[in-house]
């Protein structure tokens, strides 16, 4: 398995993209983008669109240029693109790119699901993200700057892996916001590996460190949704997570996702108007623009008092005691 080392030394992990030509709503490329990263840029697979890059690139050099960043890679997420890649694989819409070692990777990322509430539908579907917010509670991805924090272990259970119980522990990396973001803390909001366990039953385990009060450990189900969607952060393959992770741990960097809710709310009101996109100097991914029709941003002052009140709804829930394994 390629792991990512400070300095990405290893050239395996550059993906290489063909370049096609960019679309007459991608934005004209700064002089500034490199020449090797040029290649890289466009709306197709395995390719950043210009604006994603222009405003990645800007957050990132902004945080070095105020002392904050001395990470030589930055990362960035299209939101608008789709989970599945033309071939059946899952979609690449998040990007880690290292300019002083000429190197860029885009792999898989999830985003949120969101909800459907008596009160409102702000739900997801699996292919093509429709609906945005930066309100807690939401399950939905919230575009703009983040800087990446530090992360934190927890243990989630037992499951069984080549004929033995073993215990998984997952890693959160979490994220601190700017602006329209910075609520994530509050949201709980950062990076993981795409997998859960799913709880089964209990059994005794009185030495293990994990252990509660009755010396249990919960067993389970490893559940992989590589592919599917997140209760509002960013989630990885197994693989990406453990790389993102040794790149970023106690060296942080920026990370820029798009859209913001001014793309957003633009982008809704020039296909209301029926304006071609090109015309507006906007951008959203073709294909899923298509499939949603059109993009919304919740603002948390509309969502809040709507999740407010279905949690206010909710009976409370019976305590949890799972059955003795056999």
């Not at 800007?58 to 071939?87: F, H, K, W």
């Not at 910075?182 to 385990?205: K, P, T, Y």
């Amino acid at each position: 398995m390629i792991r990512w080392t400070k300095r990405l030394t290893i050239a395996a992990v550059v993906a290489l993209a063909a370049a096609t030509p960019m679309p007459a709503e991608a934005t004209p490329l700064s002089a500034e983008i490199p020449t090797w990263l040029q290649q890289h840029v466009g709306t197709g697979e395995g390719q950043i669109a210009p604006v994603v890059l222009e405003r990645a690139r800007a957050l990132y050099m902004d945080q070095v240029r105020e002392g904050g960043i001395q990470n030589p890679c930055y990362l960035a997420m299209d939101a608008t693109r789709p989970s599945s890649s033309s071939t059946g694989g899952p979609g690449q819409r998040f990007y880690v790119i290292c300019e002083a070692e000429e190197s860029f990777r885009a792999v898989y990322s999830g985003y949120g699901s969101g909800r459907s509430l008596p009160a409102a539908d702000f739900s997801n579907e699996r292919e093509c993200a429709q609906n945005f917010s930066n309100a807690e509670g939401s399950n939905l991805t919230m575009g703009g700057a983040y800087l990446t924090a530090e992360t934190r272990t927890s243990f989630k259970g037992y499951f069984t892996e080549d004929g033995e119980r073993v215990p998984f522990h997952r890693t959160f990396l979490l994220f601190d916001g700017m602006g329209e973001t910075d609520n994530a803390r509050e949201r709980e909001i950062g990076g993981h590996v795409a997998m859960f366990l799913r709880w089964q039953c209990r059994f005794s385990a009185p030495d293990s460190p994990d252990a509660d009060a009755e010396g249990y450990v919960p067993y389970g189900n490893l559940v992989n949704y590589t592919g599917g969607r997140s209760n509002g952060c960013t989630t990885w393959s197994e693989e990406v997570a453990e790389d993102i992770m040794s790149l970023v741990e106690g060296d942080p960097t920026t990370l820029y996702i798009y859209p913001e809710s001014g793309d957003i709310t633009a982008v809704a009101d020039a296909v209301a108007g029926q304006r071609p996109l090109a015309e507006e100097g906007l951008y959203w991914n073709a294909t899923c623009l298509g499939a949603i029709g059109s993009p919304r941003f919740w603002t948390r002052e509309t969502l809040r008092p709507i999740i407010d009140q279905w949690r206010a709804s909710l009976p409370e829930p019976a305590p949890l005691e799972l059955p003795i394994c056999p």
